[in-house]
């Protein structure tokens, strides 16, 4: 598996602002960084739950139907060219908004999880990406465990990111939030493209 990749493909699309990344953000410039950091733990142990699933279903399509799991990675691919090509011509609709919470740990641990693991676009995004990064030769082999490991650390660095930044990262997102949106919608055409060649 080319790990490098791996890790141009996925870091940058984990750092678009989704539901994950606005709510970690607004947590944190509601409550602080250590108080949101519960809230951090669950979506991330949700999105390797979710990776987990994928990564592994996948893995097992791939050793018992060969046929479906090509189809499932062509699927994959017109998919992540389609939300690229949405998401160029979405025109500045992702929004930052501010989450008012002031819960204990717990509570903040399990709203993390329920707002991942609740959202659709988690599961079909991952569905999507993870398959062609597979050793079809060993889809439960090592690589597979390192390949869950990387989504993981890099989903850490990017909710890292945002409940650091704070009102700061706030207003470069605002600022800059048509760039990142060209730059994010041009890489995921590209992966869904390379998807397809291979």
Not at 51 to 59: P, Q
Not at 116 to 127: E, G
């Amino acid at each position: 598996m080319n790990y490098l990749l791996f890790i141009a493909t996925f870091f940058p699309i984990s750092l678009m602002p989704g539901i994950n990344m606005t709510f970690i953000l607004g947590l944190s410039m509601s409550i602080g960084y250590k108080r949101s950091f519960a809230m951090l733990l669950g979506q991330l142990f949700s999105v390797g739950f979710i990776a987990s699933i994928c990564i592994f279903g996948a893995g097992a399509l791939l050793l018992k139907f060969e046929a479906a799991f090509r189809i499932l990675k062509f699927c994959s691919a017109l998919y992540i060219i389609y939300l690229g090509v949405m998401l160029f011509f979405s025109r500045g609709k992702l929004s930052v908004k501010s989450v008012k919470n002031d819960k204990n740990h717990k509570e903040l641990f399990i709203k993390g999880l329920i707002v991942s693991i609740s959202n659709p676009k988690a599961w079909i995004f991952l569905a999507a990406i993870l398959p062609p990064f597979l050793n079809p030769n060993d889809p439960f082999g090592i690589e597979a465990y390192l390949l869950l490991f990387l989504l993981v650390f890099i989903e850490f660095i990017c909710l890292n990111i945002y409940a650091l930044g704070g009102s700061m990262l706030k207003k470069l997102l605002i600022n800059h939030l048509r760039a990142l949106e060209i730059a994010t919608a041009s890489l995921m055409c590209i992966v869904g493209v390379w998807m397809l060649s291979i």
